[in-house]
């Protein structure tokens, strides 16, 4: 088997990881943890594309996932191919697409710093000193784009570890007997309807994904 058909054989692993995102998100009220992160908002916002084959479904909205349509198209047997994401973390908000069989992030937003007043403040009078070189307004507008730069390098990071961080837990729960035995079910209770209790499936998801680490 060559390269290109293991990745076609495994495709399927990014959709049901986009499914248990949306899953838990519901569940956990938008609040999703990881050991290393600790607790952080997480919610589908603005779109959510369910697919079958030739079939797709696209529903856009703030809540999309909670739509009756998104629903319905689960139990019609399609499974999520892309979704709108919101990551809130730390002080910070980002948006994004998680394309689910590349599990890829396109559309990365995030917030933009206000630009900061470089003079003194008015009426505050500085002690005498050797006067300093000026810089220029080219060179201000230089180093703010420099910090700006690397303060988002930095936010991007941020995500991406914390998408890491979830997909080892869910390769975790995917690859363990807990899938079958917790997850699966609650995904199909869910999916109809039916109330999850999430102190109940939280305490079991955590303890199957403690006992493999």
């Not at 594309?49 to 198209?73: C, D, F, N």
């Not at 079910?185 to 999430?198: I, N, Q």
Request: hydrophobic share 40%; charged share 30%; net charge negative.
């Amino acid at each position: 088997m060559d390269r290109f058909e293991c990745i076609q054989l495994r495709r399927f692993v990014g959709r049901e990881w986009l499914l248990w995102l949306w899953f838990e998100s519901e569940v956990f009220d938008a609040t999703l943890t990881t050991k290393k992160h600790g607790a952080f908002g997480f919610w589908i916002e603005g779109r959510l594309v369910l697919s079958a084959g030739q079939e797709t479904t696209t529903i856009k909205g703030t809540m999309p996932g909670q739509h009756r349509e998104a629903k319905e198209s689960l139990l019609r047997g399609k499974t999520p191919d892309l979704a709108s994401l919101h990551l809130s973390w730390g002080g910070h908000d980002a948006t994004f697409t998680l394309k689910a069989e590349a599990t890829a992030i396109a559309g990365l937003k995030l917030p933009r710093k206000e630009p900061e007043d470089a003079s003194p403040t008015e009426g505050v009078t500085e002690p005498a000193r050797r006067p300093a070189k000026k810089k220029t307004a080219a060179a201000f507008a230089d180093d703010e784009a420099h910090e700006d730069f690397y303060e988002r390098m930095s936010v991007t990071q941020e995500i991406e570890e914390i998408l890491e961080a979830l997909y080892r837990d869910f390769l975790t729960l995917r690859l363990g007997p807990a899938w079958s035995s917790l997850v699966v079910p609650a995904l199909e209770a869910w999916s109809t309807g039916t109330d999850v209790d999430a102190d109940v499936y939280g305490a079991a998801r955590n303890k199957a994904v403690a006992s493999k680490k």
